[in-house]
């Protein structure tokens, strides 16, 4: 099946790091422009990141440059966002996506199941 399956996801104090991880399966990863989308509690869509298919080019929410830099591993078909100063607004559903026109086209076709991301002391 074609999938993508997020982890990594857990419970962070405020000002700390943590890596999430996305693994794809089904389709030609090497050849996919994908990102990362988020969704706080109680709030809608937010998307923070793009890549393209070679990892040249890369996209960030403005909020989000300079603390989130997204990552891929086409050998392993893997999918990376290291998180970096978080903040307690940064708490979210994180979930993993492929676009189908370009990075930062935004029409993302797939979605993985996401991981919950928690900053909070």
């Known amino acids: 099946q074609v999938q993508l399956v997020e982890s990594g996801g857990g419970l962070v104090q405020p000002g700390g790091s943590l890596r999430i991880s996305c693994a794809a399966s089904?389709?030609?990863?090497?050849?996919?422009?994908v990102g990362w989308v988020r969704q706080p509690p109680g709030k809608g869509l937010e998307w923070v990141s793009d890549?393209?298919?070679?990892?040249?080019?890369?996209y960030y929410a403005d909020s989000l440059k300079g603390r989130f830099t997204i990552s891929r591993d086409n050998a392993k078909n893997t999918l990376y966002l290291q998180m970096g100063s978080l903040k307690p607004g940064d708490t979210a559903l994180y979930y993993c996506?492929?676009?189908?026109?370009?990075?930062?086209?935004?029409?993302?076709?797939?979605w993985g199941q996401g991981t919950q991301v928690t900053v909070s002391s």
């Open positions: 996506v492929r676009e189908m026109s370009g990075a930062g086209a935004r029409d993302y076709d797939l």
């Open positions: 089904g389709f030609t990863f090497s050849s996919a422009y």
């Open positions: 890549i393209n298919n070679g990892g040249g080019t890369t």
